[in-house]
């Protein structure tokens, strides 16, 4: 008779770590959803030169506080021809796919919620249940901006779904596996897979942005566009369970970015300390989230046929070729690291300064129209 | 106590006739499509149990996939027409503004 | 004490598929009806996992949940669907049509339950790395055409919803 953990019988503690994991992510989602609020205002109010909330709390810590208040007491407004199943179900179909992707990450050696073989597709699947969610948004408000800003935003969605799952399929093709937990126990040391796949985690790190929609991808729920997209006709806490949702989802998609290219929950001190697993594991997921507010308060929005374009002409075929040639490398040499890090980087390579070289004659045509510009104004200055 | 895996194929079964039935008696071009997705879902399950269950290659080899294999076909061929069928509705919807499968039984443009 | 899950869940499943699939065939109201194919995909998935297909189930999931159900949502907004009787629906052949449903679906539901599980039981575990061995060694040939398979409708609907630029 197999006896698990603490004498209790394995059947019941699977069932008990689920129940554990499942209560523990509904804790660290709400919890890191106003831990990240917070830190996106002041991050935000330190890079554009303000102060950000101050005025609740020391240093404003409150801030999110008194901001959940506020949208707890708002009066729930319903349009009357809107679909009422629909537009109650939809904020229900955004957020419980984010949810449930907290139960495969791996916070320490042993603290997972199931370790299962097929994690990674898993974490895949539950990335595209949510853009059913936003369709039906947008289609229940009874709203033509609204319909507008859910069609465009799974248009967006759909499209960069391509690239992460590429970004993804080359690190299950270096590690073999796809289960979470194989997936950190690959990377041991410093030698972590970012060091080999660089260009994956680029594509990956880009997918992400656009999955989540954040900035430079936030067209669907920018509020100078379409009114605030597919959101429009939610208010109070409707309005904030799609917020919190998409706090979630930052925090799930760094996490995959940790434990994929950063080594999870490696860190020095962890062999000695398992536990210690879990605060490195949210060091790195947390690096990843300031990683995207800093790139939210830097980087100008783009259109949606110029983020189409970029993904369906750059990223897939750079992928794709990634994937082509990590698959030839991985079956042709015994080590494959050197050569894969190689190819990745000649990749990122070839993004970075590929990207300008392609677009030279629109740079050069930038350049001359806004020194034309510039001396027409001194013109015009002068008396 | 397990599950017979006549339970899984009868299931199947009512299914793929509910989508058969579905095609021959709606009348919106999206509907029938719809249950169109439903028939290949049937067929689908109906793959897998064989698979799973008693899929063996003859002489005890337990590892036969052919069932599993043919549903990652169906899978992908089931995409596919579903974008080129709604491509068809969307584009004789363009010509005449009507998905009633009765209203656009005509060649004549 | 977990003896009884199993055929719980089947059954639950086995009803939620079967009911979905009733209103998806008689409902009226096409957005319900989309949705509710969605149910029915995803218990669909449910049953294979009872199975011990959880790659498939995954699979399914992702394909007609995450990205079929979506491309029908396109289709049903891009098209003005007037929901008053399109032809009514308790038309001349419905009665006909569900009567012969139900006399050939009933037999064979009936005729299904004589296959019998095969003697020697079925092996336990996953079905990832067989799967994927089967896939991508004894029949990477068809995954090859099916990827060209896909190229081509891809293309195939890009042109056909082309509108003729004059």
């Not at chain 1, 809107?82 to 050696?109: G, H, K, N, R």
Request: hydrophobic fraction near 55%.
């Amino acid at each position: 008779m197999p006896v698990g953990p603490f004498g209790i019988d394995p059947v019941v503690w699977a069932v008990l770590r689920l129940v554990i994991a499942v209560v523990l992510a509904v804790f660290l989602v709400l919890n890191g959803a106003l831990a990240q609020i917070f830190l996106e205002r002041k991050i935000q109010a330190v890079m554009q030169d303000r102060l950000g909330p101050y005025h609740t709390g020391p240093f404003g810590l409150l801030q999110t506080f008194a901001d959940a208040i506020k949208l707890l007491g708002k009066e729930d407004i319903r349009a009357k021809l809107t679909d009422a199943p629909f537009f109650l179900a939809a904020p229900a179909i955004v957020f419980s796919p984010m949810i449930a992707s907290f139960v495969v990450l791996p916070f320490a050696p042993d603290v997972v919620g199931v370790n299962l073989n097929v994690g990674l597709l898993y974490l895949t699947t539950l990335g595209s249940m949510t853009v059913l969610g936003i369709v039906i948004a947008g289609w229940a408000s009874n709203n033509k901006y609204s319909l507008m800003g859910g069609l465009r935003s799974a248009g967006q969605l759909i499209s960069y779904e391509v690239p992460q799952i590429l970004g993804l399929v080359t690190v299950v093709l270096y590690v073999g596996s796809l289960s979470m937990v194989d997936i950190t126990n690959s990377q041991p040391g410093p030698l972590v897979n970012a060091l080999i796949l660089p260009f994956a985690f680029v594509t990956y790190l880009i997918a992400a942005l656009a999955e989540t929609n954040r900035n430079p991808f936030d067209l669907p729920e920018a509020e100078s566009e379409l009114v605030a997209g597919f959101l429009t006709e939610y208010s109070g806490m409707r309005w904030g369970v799609f917020f919190v949702a998409e706090y979630g989802e930052v925090s799930v998609v760094s996490a995959i970015m940790a434990t994929l290219w950063f080594g999870g929950w490696h860190g020095p001190g962890v062999d000695a300390v398992p536990i210690l697993g879990i605060l490195w594991f949210t060091l790195k997921t947390y690096v990843f989230v300031l990683l995207f507010m800093w790139i939210r308060a830097t980087l100008p929005r783009l259109r949606i046929d110029q983020l189409m374009g970029f993904c369906w002409k750059v990223l897939i075929p750079l992928a794709l070729v990634n994937i082509m040639a990590s698959a030839v490398i991985i079956l042709a040499f015994a080590d494959p690291r050197l050569p894969l890090a190689v190819v990745n980087w000649l990749l990122v390579g070839a993004l970075v300064f590929g990207l300008p070289f392609t677009q030279r004659r629109r740079l050069q045509g930038f350049r001359k129209r806004t020194r034309e510009s510039v001396a027409m104004r001194d013109v015009r200055l002068s008396p | 106590m397990t599950v017979p895996l006549g339970a899984f194929i009868a299931v199947s079964a009512v299914l793929f006739f509910l989508g058969a039935g579905g095609v021959l008696v709606r009348r919106n071009a999206v509907v029938i499509l719809m249950c169109v997705e439903l028939m290949l879902n049937a067929s689908n399950l109906a793959l897998v149990a064989f698979s799973r269950r008693a899929g063996q290659l003859g002489a005890g080899n337990p590892l036969d996939q052919r069932g599993s294999v043919f549903v990652v076909f169906v899978l992908v061929i089931a995409a596919a027409e579903v974008a080129v069928g709604l491509a068809i509705i969307l584009a004789a919807y363009r010509n005449r503004p009507t998905v009633n499968v009765d209203e656009l039984h005509e060649m004549k443009g | 004490m977990f003896d009884i899950l199993e055929p719980l869940l089947f059954a639950l499943f086995a009803l939620g598929i079967i009911g979905a699939g009733v209103c998806v065939v008689v409902l009226r109201r096409i957005t319900a009806q989309a949705l509710l194919m969605a149910l029915t995909f995803a218990c669909m998935a449910g049953m294979f996992l009872l199975l011990g297909a959880e790659t498939i189930a995954l699979f399914q999931v992702l394909i007609y949940v995450g990205a079929i159900t979506i491309l029908i949502l396109f289709g049903v907004m891009f098209t003005r669907q007037d929901d008053r009787g399109y032809g009514l629906f308790f038309q001349r052949q419905s009665p006909w049509a569900a009567a012969l449903t139900l006399v050939i679906a009933l037999p064979v539901a009936f005729l299904a339950f004589s296959f019998k599980d095969p003697s020697t039981p079925s092996p336990k575990g996953g079905d990832l790395t067989p799967l994927a061995g089967s896939l991508f060694t004894d029949y990477a040939f068809p995954f090859e055409i099916a990827s060209v398979l896909l190229l081509a409708a891809l293309v195939g609907a890009i042109v056909l919803v082309k509108r003729d630029e004059q």
